[in-house]
Structure formats: C-alpha cells, structure tokens
C-alpha cells in the first residue's frame, strides 16, 4: 500500500469511529471538504507539513498515517484512550489525580518492558555476532 492510500485508510478509521461528518471531520482537522475527500480518496498529494499537521490534530505520529503501521485496532484503542482522556477532565479531583498516578505506573511499566526489549534484542544481536 502507498503513502496515500495508508493516509486516507487511517483518516477514514479515525472518521467513522468518532461517527461525524465529513463536514465536522474537515473543519476538525483544519481543512476543506474538498482536500478531505481528494485524501479519503487517495488522489490528494499532501505536503509533508500537511501530513505533520492533520496527525498533530488527531494526536498520532505522522510516520504512523503515512506507513500504515497502526492497524484499525490500534487506532481504536489509541481512539479510546484519547477519549478517556477527555472524559477524565469530568471527574472530580481526586480522581483526576488517580488517574494521573494510574497513568504514571503504565508508562513506567511499558518504558520497563521497552528497555527489556532492546536488551534482549541487543542479547540476541550479540549472540549471533558471536561464534
């Protein structure tokens, strides 16, 4: 799959997941109806500042629109989790601060699991560097 094709894929999941229009969606992301649709087609040729800027107003990476790294689950759970977020400004304070604190052990725990992974993988590249 190209570039554009893994842009509109991407655009397209986000749009039918928060169930909005096309209208909404392009005044969302800053841009017309017209460019939305020539990118939901995959005929638009988006600028690299253009790809930067619709991936800052829907909170992701833009390498991860233009590769086509994030499935449709993983754009569902990252969608979920944005939303969870918004929903969190609604709670009382104190939960707010457990959910911060919450927050806080998970990104502990995947930076943990993270550096277990490049050990390992260093591991196993030292290991077959090795006779």
């Not at 939960?95 to 550096?115: C, D, S």
């Amino acid at each position: 799959m190209g570039i554009q094709q893994n842009l509109a894929d991407a655009m397209r999941i986000i749009k039918e997941r928060r169930n909005i229009s096309l209208v909404d969606f392009s005044e969302e992301l800053g841009i017309s109806c017209s460019t939305l649709q020539e990118y939901f087609h995959g005929q638009g040729n988006p600028t690299i500042l253009m790809v930067e800027h619709i991936a800052s107003k829907l909170n992701l990476d833009p390498i991860a629109l233009m590769s086509g790294v994030l499935e449709p689950n993983q754009i569902d759970v990252l969608l979920l989790f944005l939303e969870s977020v918004q929903k969190v400004s609604y709670l009382p304070q104190y939960k707010k601060r457990q959910f911060v604190r919450l927050l806080r052990q998970m990104i502990e725990l995947w930076e943990e699991t993270e550096i277990k992974n490049c050990e390992l993988e260093a591991g196993t590249q030292i290991e077959t560097i090795d006779p």
